[in-house]
């Protein structure tokens, strides 16, 4: 059910270990996407490749009819270019020189993982390539403030930091966010914050970081579908993302192989 405002729920062992092999399951249906990622594939294709590694392990994606304007219609999103989130996978092939974002969740024993990447189609342009690393760098940048005692504002600065430095934007309308029973738990991780700032991270938090940058505004729109959102002047975006779990021994990437 839904938090309260301001509760976080606090994971104990077991239920990250849970929550590992989640991010583990996911971490293969991306890596599936990803490799079938090439010219004149369709993003609907997309989605059934994560679907057929769904169905290989008895799970599903908490995508899959996500409540909004309308029940969301497939179990990932698929961006395309200006698109940043919420694109939905449709007959529309890729073109050699676009770049996809792939953003994907798995239900694991009543546990999500949930996690992005970006990747480009054949050859990209030096532009596109850039954006993508900044995103991957801003995501690490972002992990490696998942400490105890840290707070929110710590991931937030150290995301919009990063971007802004190569001369990228954030969003500040879309964010991260808990992640453990519900696909969307509390906190809310916003990708721009102040140091010091907001809430204290603790042991046993399992958030969903992901920086989700764009080229040329931090300004957005949403398309006619009431889903997918678009940067507002059209420049290319990017989006990586990773549930990461708050350990005493530092962060913890749950959504990996």
Request: proline share 5%.
């Amino acid at each position: 059910g839904l938090l309260m405002e301001g509760s976080v729920n606090i994971k104990s062992a077991a239920e990250i270990a849970i929550m590992r092999e989640a991010g583990r399951i996911n971490a293969e249906a991306l890596e599936a996407a990803k490799a079938a990622i090439a010219p004149g594939v369709t993003t609907a294709e997309l989605n059934e490749v994560v679907e057929a590694v769904h169905r290989k392990y008895g799970v599903y994606s908490p995508f899959k009819n996500y409540p909004g304007p309308y029940p969301f219609p497939a179990s990932i999103c698929a961006s395309v270019n200006e698109e940043l989130v919420h694109g939905i996978p449709s007959q529309r092939k890729l073109k050699e020189g676009d770049i996809v974002s792939i953003d994907c969740g798995t239900v694991y024993q009543g546990f999500v993982g949930d996690s992005a990447f970006t990747a480009g189609v054949g050859e990209i342009s030096p532009l596109a390539h850039r954006l993508i690393e900044v995103t991957k760098q801003a995501l690490d940048a972002a992990i490696a403030q998942m400490v105890p005692g840290n707070r929110l504002g710590d991931i937030g600065a150290a995301v919009e930091s990063l971007v802004l430095k190569h001369g990228f934007y954030v969003t500040h309308l879309y964010t991260g966010h808990g992640v453990g029973r519900e696909l969307h738990e509390s906190p809310l991780v916003p990708n721009y914050g102040q140091p010091g700032q907001g809430m204290l991270l603790r042991e046993g938090m399992t958030l969903a970081i992901e920086p989700m940058v764009l080229v040329g505004t931090r300004y957005t729109r949403e398309l006619k579908n009431q889903w997918t959102v678009i940067s507002r002047d059209r420049s290319l975006t990017a989006h990586q993302e990773h549930t990461v779990a708050i350990t005493a021994h530092g962060p913890e990437i749950l959504t990996i192989l």
